[in-house]
């Protein structure tokens, strides 16, 4: 059964917000999404993410737009666990399943769904590939996520990336409600 929302976020971490149009069928995302944020700089975003399979990352692509710079970013993992930006392999995230696109809210996801984190009791560690926003760089990120609680239509799950740690708030289809520090969903249509 696939399934439609629409996602708007204030992202306090950037000073902005963020809205995503997302589709979940049974084991895949496809998203497209945009957001505007004023730190470290004002910028612009768009991008268009889609996975395969079990919620792996298959393509992320996204234009980001600031003051000085258009920056674009073709980001492509291939089903041997390779990872390309723009054709160019990218060393140090191979065997990583997912993206992760800074200060967006959306790509926590993909891993919560894939091991039913926001359902079930459970601790997993990913290799991600990030995504830095405005500059678009990519670098390996080491991220564990962990199902602390669920109650009525929420869950909460801890996720942790080096010194950092946030409880998120996320909603039966696991999108984030709440994300500390972030960003929090504002009202509007599911």
């Known amino acids: 059964m696939t399934a439609h929302h629409t996602r708007s976020w204030d992202v306090v971490e950037s000073r902005g917000y963020e809205t995503s149009w997302i589709t979940l069928g049974p084991g895949t ?82 891993p919560v769904l894939r091991h039913g984190l926001h359902l079930a009791p459970g601790e997993r560690r990913f290799l991600m590939a990030w995504v830095s926003v405005p500059d678009l760089t990519v670098r390996p990120s080491h991220q564990t996520y962990t199902h602390l609680a669920r109650s009525g239509g929420t869950a909460r799950v801890r996720y942790a990336a080096g010194d950092h740690r946030s409880d998120l708030t996320l909603d039966d289809a696991g999108l984030v409600l709440d994300y500390p520090g972030l960003a929090h969903r504002l009202a509007g249509p599911s």
């Open 29 to 110: 995302l496809r998203a497209r999404g945009r957001a505007v944020g004023t730190v470290p700089e004002p910028y612009w975003i768009s991008y268009e993410l889609e996975t395969g399979e079990d919620f792996v990352t298959r393509r992320l692509r996204v234009a980001a737009e600031t003051e000085h710079a258009t920056r674009e970013l073709d980001l492509r993992r291939d089903s041997d666990g390779s990872w390309t930006a723009g054709g160019t392999p990218l060393p140090g995230v191979e065997g990583a399943f997912d993206c992760d696109l800074g200060r967006c809210p959306l790509t926590n996801t993909m």
